[in-house]
Structure formats: C-alpha cells, structure tokens
C-alpha cells in the first residue's frame, strides 16, 4: 500500500489573485478535483492505492475568470514527490502554459505527495515619470500628470505642497523670467500593484492666463529621506522604481 497527499495554494497578496485547482486520479476514478486553497498536505482518503497503480496528476487554473495582471509574472506549478524527492517539478506561464500533468507509479510503503500552486513575482523595475502641466477645463485649475509604467511591490505616496513644482511664465517659451512658482496642493497615492496615468493638481486657477512652465528637477516622496531628482530611485518591496521628470519648457 501507499499513502497519497495533496496540496493546493492559491496566490493571493490583497492586490493579485491567481486561481490554482489540482486533480489527482488512478485510472477512471476521481481521487481529488480541488478548486479551493488547500496550502497543506491533505491525506487523500476513500480509496486504497497499491504498488503498481498508475496516478495522475494535474495544476490547472480557470485564466478567463482570473486572468493574470497585465505586469510582473504569473506562474502555475506542480510538484509530485516522495519520501525521498521530487518525482516531478514543473513550472510554466500563468496564462499560456496550459494544464501541467504528470502520471507516476506507485512503489508501496511509499508516501506520495501532488502539490498544485500558482505564484505571482512583482517587476524588479518600474519607471515615474513626472510628465507635465496642464489646463484642467473641468476644474479650472493647473494640474500635474505624472506616468508609471509598472507595479510597485508597495505603496507610495508624492506629497502634498511641493512634491511636484513648476515655475510659471507668461510667454509662450519659458523666457522674461519666472512670475511664481506653483506647487501641487494634495497629496496623491499610487496603491500596490496599480500603474498608469495619474494627476495632481495645483489649486491654482486657470485665470492667470500663463502660457509656458518647467518643472523643477525635484519630487518628494513620503518615507523618502530627501527629494527625488531626475535619475534618481526609490525601493518598495521588490521593485526600484527610477524618477525620471521631464523638465524642459512646455506649453500651456
């Protein structure tokens, strides 16, 4: 006789979910079909399993209800082992590796373990870039947008009254000399995992009818102990993120 256990561990962080099922057979008959977290090994009961029987199994994952996010990597993996090691171990792409399968046989006295899992590495690299100034027509203020091209494996927060800054001119090409300098007036939040398009704005109305700006080759980022400049980077969990801000005349 043998002894067969199954595991089954989801990937889940509060931001990312990847589905993770495991199915265990021998023969036509159903030994285990696990859609749920299982992240221990879990006697397989019901069915005696002999020297010589023949057990498959599987790590699959339902992709179209849960697809992988659109950055970092998403792996799927099943491992089969017994009391002396691994059988069988192999990973493959979340979302295009397809159904992972292995069929063994069974020596007796043999403990035997079928673990499927899913997992989900946050990029190593992101980019901030702190793009430009414009006219917000709806709000009627001077805004910021700023870009990150990637999750953060955190957290992070530009702060409010300066952490983005922009000297003001009324010419069209940023010369006669700045008339002020216009910070951003709150605070904004980039959450774990989240990337895109994002802005800020200044609080300051549209109505000075200014027509170029520069920013300022600074931003401040809370928990940071200084301010950013161009080239610069900042660390969340796995990933470095580098500020890169666009500091050349630009209209408005």
Do not use: W
């Not at 036509?28 to 010589?52: A, C, H, K, R, W």
């Not at 109505?207 to 980077?233: C, R």
């Amino acid at each position: 006789m043998a002894y067969i256990y199954y595991s089954n561990n989801e990937f889940s962080d509060g931001t990312f979910f990847l589905d993770s099922n495991v199915f265990v057979s021998r023969a036509s008959v159903t030994l285990v079909n696990e859609v749920y977290s299982q992240p221990v090994d879990n006697l397989i009961t019901g069915s005696v399993i002999y020297q010589g029987n023949q057990i498959f199994g599987q790590a699959s994952a339902d992709v179209s209800a849960y697809p992988a996010p659109g950055s970092g990597t998403s792996t799927r993996k099943l491992q089969i082992a017994d009391n002396f090691g691994d059988i069988f171990n192999s990973t493959v792409n979340y979302a295009t590796g397809g159904d992972v399968t292995h069929t063994f046989t069974v020596v007796g006295g043999r403990n035997y373990f079928v673990r499927a899992s899913s997992a989900y590495a946050y990029p190593t690299q992101a980019t901030l870039t702190i793009m430009e100034m414009y006219e917000d027509i709806a709000s009627g203020f001077y805004e910021f947008q700023y870009y990150l091209d990637n999750a953060v494996e955190g957290d992070f927060t530009i702060t409010s009254n300066g952490g983005i800054s922009a000297n003001m001119y009324f010419s069209g090409n940023c010369t006669g000399g700045s008339e002020v300098t216009f910070l951003n007036s709150s605070s904004s939040t980039v959450l774990k995992g989240q990337y895109g398009y994002a802005s800020v704005t200044t609080g300051e109305s549209t109505t000075y009818g200014f027509g170029s700006y520069e920013l300022q080759n600074a931003v401040y980022i809370d928990g940071e102990p200084q301010y950013l400049q161009h080239g610069d980077t900042f660390v969340r969990g796995a990933t470095t993120v580098t500020v890169h801000i666009q500091t050349s005349c630009g209209g408005l």
